[in-house]
């Protein structure tokens, strides 16, 4: 059974960081892109960040480039979001999901959530003084 699995999530004051991770199971990661999605109370899941399975190129989302930061470690079977400057519109549960892809690059995939068939089951994210 193909699973991912979030962690790191948690609460945070503004301005504070955060790494999220998100472990593979049943699967390696190689040949997956791998993005971050979020969802905060009664507005829809967005896609966050995205990389592709080389971790040759990168994408963000507008209201999060420059302070977040999307890694993988395919030997470790594991993805990272490293999250920094947090503000309370950061405030959500964050997603990790998977897609099994070779493309160069992942950016024109984030804003559909049927572009990534594995879920993981979701952290929470709170930003608060």
């Known amino acids: 059974q193909l699973q991912l699995v979030e962690s790191g999530g948690g609460l945070v004051q503004p301005g504070g960081s955060l790494r999220l991770s998100c472990a593979a199971s049943g699967f390696t990661l190689d040949y997956y892109r791998i993005a971050w999605f979020r969802q905060a109370p009664g507005k829809e899941r967005e896609g966050v960040s995205c990389i592709t399975s080389s971790g040759g190129s990168t994408n963000y989302a507008d209201s999060v480039k420059g302070r977040f930061t999307i890694s993988r470690d395919n030997a470790k079977t594991t993805a990272y979001l490293q999250m920094n400057g947090l503000q309370p519109e950061d405030t959500a549960v964050y997603y990790c999901?998977?897609?099994?892809?070779?493309?160069?690059?992942?950016?024109?995939?984030?804003?559909?959530?049927?572009?990534?068939?594995?879920w993981g089951q979701g952290t929470q994210v709170t930003v608060s003084s």
């Open positions: 999901a998977a897609g099994r892809s070779i493309l160069a690059t992942c950016g024109s995939k984030l804003s559909t959530t049927s572009n990534w068939p594995i």
